[in-house]
């Protein structure tokens, strides 16, 4: 391959007493219950611990678990029998362990936070714990209320004073504000959560209960493990506690959990009990593991085949996808409009949808992103199937395109890495795409699985519509030893890359299925490599971009040896006669493209459907191996989180 919190400064008033998404990505096993209706969060994790051993160790483990949910800033808060010790601070999670004892806390309750911000600016101030005017309540929160604005005015015109900019200290004071009212503290946040709008996931305790948590969510993800020694364990995700216990609970849409050192009830905020069971996981902790890598990104990368591998034998083991798509025959075979919806590199995958189920099952077909969806007037009704796709299942504007496809009558269809998701959980049929945990912010693996049901589900539905296509199963099962022999080629990719570092500004460019890989690949360059990077169909470069070539500018197209090769090697021309720097990612080296190439990278072909797949890989390699020499930090890129649940 050629810092503690300070006095508020208000009138103390007398009577006053003062944390799934849920595991985004690791319930591949764990099939939930349907539950009312989910709002969108932001992505922040929180967690909190009350039991019989020091709480600091298990909430800084569970916040290094969370980083890729957000890295803006990360706080703590312990409670012991001194009172409550509380670090906050702008930036990483280690910044926040620097700061702390290096001889853990005997405080056996608290909470924490890493925040992706969305209201405020990233600073120690803003960042969480957030509490109340006369440090009693401590709250950390993931989501976004609505309504903090008018909350926030009510609350100073009564004398509250706020030290953050953001909309989650409203929690706090709504919540102090109540328990002047109420005799329980439960009563207290039952009551202030009824007057927010907006999504929350809250772990929250107070300096005066310093064995206690409660927490609470709706819309947020959120979930709880009991250990072995009855201690509580509250998080984000499960990749947060999986270290302490599998046994968990996940919290429903307006439950509330009341948690102690050695017991723990559930009620509605209207006070109506539940009677819950934990339900025993079993998830490999290496997935959340570099495991010797360098960064998650590769390693993600590294095990896509035999991750790959696995699932393509299971399906072919199983016939699950083609047993659940005959199951739903007569929605298939009375389809006669087909729309793919995605944000981000999803959206480049449901490119691939809709062109395949145009093209293959006949089904007159589009893709459309989901904010588009949500805001445009569509024609969708009854004989209309949507299909989802999402990573996590929790983003925002793919869950509110949801809702509306199902308002409208349409058949939905989800396809997610996370079952326990919201979209896993209101999509009329989920399918699973079993590629494990994807920790770096830039998705690797879950694009190559996505594709995968994605080639299973339109050969199935092809194949009930009278169209045999047994050539997506065959080169289905040379897809993992295929992406394999690319990843061991990523030395040779990187040195590559050098040449072009230099460079300021990126076109990648290809034809039909591979213009969604080359919209990946440009993607990938923007995000981690921080590269202005542009994707165009080939076919456009002379309606605009070729303006673009310069000798700061490289072009890489994707062109495998295909029908439209030649279409491809004109577009080559066309560059290299303005005198740009060509890299051309092909199947097969010929020396039409060795004569006009400045460099070429070679992969194994396959069917015009996968070869996506192949290509993407690659692309991704290039993108990382660029990143690496810029010494840029890839698994958390700045200003981006792992899933984005805010519009």
Same mark, same amino acid.
């Given at each position: ?472 199963? *065959?080169?289905? %099962?040379?897809?993992?030893? $295929?992406?394999?022999? &690319? +990843?061991?080629?990523? !030395? /040779? ?77 004109? *577009?080559?021309? %066309?560059?290299?006669?303005? $005198?740009?720097?060509? &890299? +051309?990612?092909?199947? !097969? /080296? ?58």
């Amino acid at each position: 391959m050629t810092a503690t919190i300070g006095q508020c400064g208000v009138k103390k008033e007398t009577d006053s007493h003062l944390f799934f998404y849920f595991c985004t990505f690791l319930f591949l096993f764990f099939s939930l219950s349907r539950i009312t209706r989910y709002d969108v969060a932001t992505m922040c994790g929180i967690i909190g611990y009350v039991g019989t051993r020091p709480a600091q160790p298990i909430l800084l483990q569970g916040l290094r678990r969370m980083e890729y949910r957000g890295y803006d800033s990360a706080g703590m808060a312990i409670f012991d029998s001194q009172g409550v010790f509380v670090q906050k601070h702008q930036g990483n999670v280690q910044k926040l362990a620097s700061s702390l004892p290096s001889t853990p806390m005997e405080g056996r309750c608290g909470i924490a936070h890493t925040r992706w911000a969305t209201h405020g600016i990233p600073n120690d101030v803003n960042a969480h714990p957030h509490t109340d005017c006369h440090e009693q309540i401590f709250c950390v929160h993931n989501g976004v209320i609505e309504n903090h604005t008018k909350l926030r005015i009510a609350l100073m015109k009564r004398g509250h004073q706020f030290r953050s900019d953001t909309d989650s200290e409203v929690l706090s004071h709504l919540i102090e504000e109540a328990w002047r009212r109420e005799q329980s503290l439960e009563d207290a946040v039952a009551y202030a959560l009824k007057q927010v709008k907006g999504t929350y996931a809250v772990v929250i305790s107070a300096r005066d209960k310093k064995d206690f948590l409660i927490a609470a969510r709706q819309g947020s993800p959120l979930l709880f493990g009991v250990c072995e020694d009855h201690s509580l364990v509250i998080a984000s995700d499960l990749s947060a506690i999986a270290d302490e216990t599998r046994d968990i609970i996940i919290l429903e849409d307006q439950e509330m959990l009341i948690g102690t050192q050695d017991a723990w009830s559930i009620r509605t905020l209207t006070g109506e009990k539940k009677d819950r069971t934990t339900q025993r996981l079993l998830t490999d902790l290496t997935t959340v593991q570099k495991n010797g890598h360098p960064h998650f990104m590769i390693k993600e990368i590294t095990e896509s085949s035999d991750l790959l591998r696995m699932s393509i034998a299971r399906e072919k083991s199983t016939q699950e996808i083609h047993a659940r798509v005959e199951a739903q025959k007569y929605r298939w075979l009375h389809t006669t409009r087909f729309i793919a919806v995605g944000c981000g590199g999803m959206f480049y995958n449901a490119l691939i949808a809709s062109q395949g189920f145009e093209a293959i099952a006949g089904i007159p077909s589009k893709a459309i992103t989901g904010s588009s969806f949500r805001y445009d007037s569509l024609i969708v009704d009854e004989q209309t199937t949507v299909l989802f796709l999402s990573q996590s299942g929790e983003t925002a504007d793919t869950i509110a395109a949801l809702r509306k496809a199902k308002g409208q009558g349409a058949y939905t269809i989800g396809i997610t890495n996370v079952m326990g998701s919201t979209i896993a959980r209101e999509a009329d049929e989920t399918f699973l795409i079993a590629m494990g945990p994807e920790i770096s912010v830039a998705s690797t693996k879950a694009m190559f699985g996505t594709i995968h049901v994605l080639s299973e589900l339109i050969h199935a539905v092809a194949s009930l519509r009278g169209k045999n296509h047994p050539e997506i199963l *065959n080169a289905l %099962e040379q897809i993992p030893d $295929q992406l394999a022999e &690319i +990843v061991a080629k990523r !030395k /040779e990719i990187a040195d590559l890359t050098k040449k072009y570092l230099t460079c300021s500004h990126a076109l990648v460019m290809g034809r039909g299925y591979e213009e969604a890989a080359a919209k990946e690949g440009a993607l990938k360059l923007m995000e981690i490599a921080y590269l202005p990077a542009q994707a165009f169909h080939s076919g456009e470069l002379k309606h605009g971009p070729l303006a673009l070539i310069s000798d700061q500018t490289f072009a890489l197209f994707s062109i495998p040896k295909d029908d439209v090769y030649e279409k491809n090697l004109s *577009n080559i021309e %066309e560059v290299k006669t303005r $005198q740009g720097k060509v &890299i +051309v990612l092909t199947t !097969k /080296e010929t020396e039409e493209a060795q004569g006009i190439a400045d460099d070429m990278m070679i992969i194994p072909k396959t069917i015009s459907l996968l070869q996506p797949i192949l290509s993407m890989c690659a692309l991704q390699l290039f993108a990382y191996a660029f990143a690496m020499h810029k010494g840029y930090p890839i698994d958390q890129p700045r200003h981006l989180a792992k899933s984005v649940t805010v519009e």
